[in-house]
């Protein structure tokens, strides 16, 4: 794996859950957080997460963005992006707006792709509609 790319989610962590911790429950936090060790529960967050290498998560995770080197058991909504590294392993359902996934991932389940809240349907969209995501680019 390339120690260099998960190096780079690092950066911007807040919180971390240690290698020897194992924690049970319903996390919910705003920014960050990396998981490290065992968690069993529930993860609610507008932020992003990241399921280190060597980590184990049984959990139903709704996240904005999630980047997975562990494991996960259970399904994820990630309505910006999930990215799964090689080492990652995810048993469960996707749902995301945006799916990056390497090569050697291990992957049981269902992917729904979501619409992205930005995205606008050019063939049913007003002209206002139109001209105001133009202006944003």
């Known amino acids: 794996m390339n120690d260099r ?20 429950g319903t996390m919910k936090y705003s920014e960050s957080l990396k998981i490290s060790g065992r968690f069993e529960g529930r993860i609610e967050s507008g932020g992003l997460l990241v399921v280190d290498k060597g980590a184990e998560v049984l959990a139903e995770i709704r996240v904005r963005s999630v980047v997975i080197a562990g494991t996960v058991k259970g399904n994820i909504e990630a309505v910006g992006q999930l990215e799964i590294l090689e080492t990652g392993k995810i ?47």
């Open 91 to 137: 048993i469960g359902n996707i749902r995301t707006a945006k799916l990056k996934m390497a090569d050697g991932v291990v992957f049981e389940g269902k992917v729904e792709m979501l619409k992205s809240p930005d995205s606008v349907d050019i063939f049913s969209a007003t002209p206002d509609q139109l001209k105001r995501s133009l202006e944003s680019i």
């Open 5 to 24: 790319k998960l190096n780079k989610f690092y950066e911007e962590i807040k919180t971390t859950l240690g290698t020897e911790t194992v924690f049970n």
